[in-house]
């Protein structure tokens, strides 16, 4: 690891003027990632600014009924939120779905949206990686594949978005708060947080640099059956090869995200309106253009399956 120098951040503002001020400076709360990346020197950040005494660990209702979620709260506590849990039921199982009960303790919401991708290609020093080192190529394509991107990738880049979290948040049309490095604040729709690779991979999310993620917001519940299904290697502690997030109405309409399949959490508006069509119509909406190799086209057949296991859930619920 190398040497870097730390400071404890006494605002949000002046948190997000640091860090735009001084190059290299990367923000801490949880480290459950950021830590490990440093320790590979993937991440080798001059500054570190920790936000973990901003204050911002409190779940509160909000004036038009939904819920704000501070930054700083942890995965626990958030997927143990009874509110959560009535209400959002989808994102309290994506949260239990998603680590271990150790990592869930410590890891933020601010900090599982902006964790890096788990491409193997990505933590091998000695690969070649656009998002690692921009311009030195991906040497995914062409590598194994298994694991990573069907859809949304490009040229520059195939890894996929290791959340599930964020997959919960993008089918219940969450929006991310944030302060900028010039005071403002400003919340970004949980659709355009996260950026596809295109030609700068390197590039995960549209914050501005310094900007400081203060809270997500979900708006009021919508009702319906919540199910995240999850399909890994193993029954814990594994990324989603693909995941499922789904909310059902009573009359088969509903909304749809998938995990594991892109470099984001990926809903298309196309699929939700194919929802009382059936699995194989929603499977093609949202993986209409998908580019698989040859060693992840199993996930295309993987993801209608898993959504039929789901609608069939939905309907006996």
Sequence with gaps: MKAFTY???????????????????????????????????????????????????????????????????SNTDLAADMRVRKDYGVLSRALLAGASGQLRNKATTAGNLLQRTRCPYFYDTNQACNKRKPGSGCAAIGGYSRQLAIVGASDACIATHPSDMAIAMRVLDASVETVKADGTTRAIPIADFHRLPGDTPHIDTNLSAGEVVTAVTLPKPVGGT???????????????LISVAAVVQKDGTGRVAVGGVAPKPWRVDAADAAMPKGAKAVAGQLLAGAKPTPDNAYKVPLVERTLAAVLMQARAA
């Design 226 to 240: 919540h199910i995240y299904e999850k399909v890994r290697d193993r029954a814990s502690y594994a990324f989603a």
């Design 7 to 73: 400071e404890r951040a006494t605002s949000a503002a002046d948190a997000a003027r640091k860090a735009a001020s001084v190059q290299g400076t990367r923000f801490i709360a949880g480290g459950t990632n950021l830590l490990d990346l440093m320790k590979l020197e993937i991440e080798t950040p001059a500054h570190l600014i920790d936000v973990n005494g901003l204050g911002f660990d409190k779940i509160e209702a909000t004036q038009g009924g939904g819920l704000r979620i501070g930054a700083l709260v």
